[in-house]
């Protein structure tokens, strides 16, 4: 399993606007485009007070589906216009990490 993380930041009064966009628009489109080998995305938020940070954590079965998603350069940020209209800053680059332990309660893992 491969997570794909990326981390954008809004100010304060643009993050509800921004977080609409990802539900409503940007999640539902990824879903739609049936990626072999996607498995879902998260996303997590914090304030900072002067801006608001969210990461999206991106679940991939390979690189080659993580190539499917972001095409050749896969490590290349892929943020839509209305997105980036949203932010202020955003890593142009997506980590990649090979995940090693999926522990959960209950013994999933």
Do not use: K
């Not at 190539?67 to 990649?96: I, K, Q, Y």
């Amino acid at each position: 399993m491969i997570l794909r993380v990326w981390h954008g930041w809004t100010p304060p009064s643009a993050a509800g606007d921004y977080e609409r966009l990802l539900r409503t628009a940007i999640f539902p489109g990824i879903l739609a485009r049936r990626i072999p080998g996607f498995q879902g995305i998260q996303l997590g938020c914090r304030d900072l007070g002067d801006s608001v940070e969210f990461v999206t954590i991106m679940r991939f079965d390979s690189l080659d589906s993580v190539r499917a998603f972001a095409g050749p350069d896969f490590e290349v940020a892929v943020v839509p216009p209305e997105a980036r209209a949203l932010l202020s800053r955003w890593d142009e680059r997506s980590a990649h990490y090979e995940l090693r332990i999926d522990e959960r309660p209950g013994g999933g893992g």
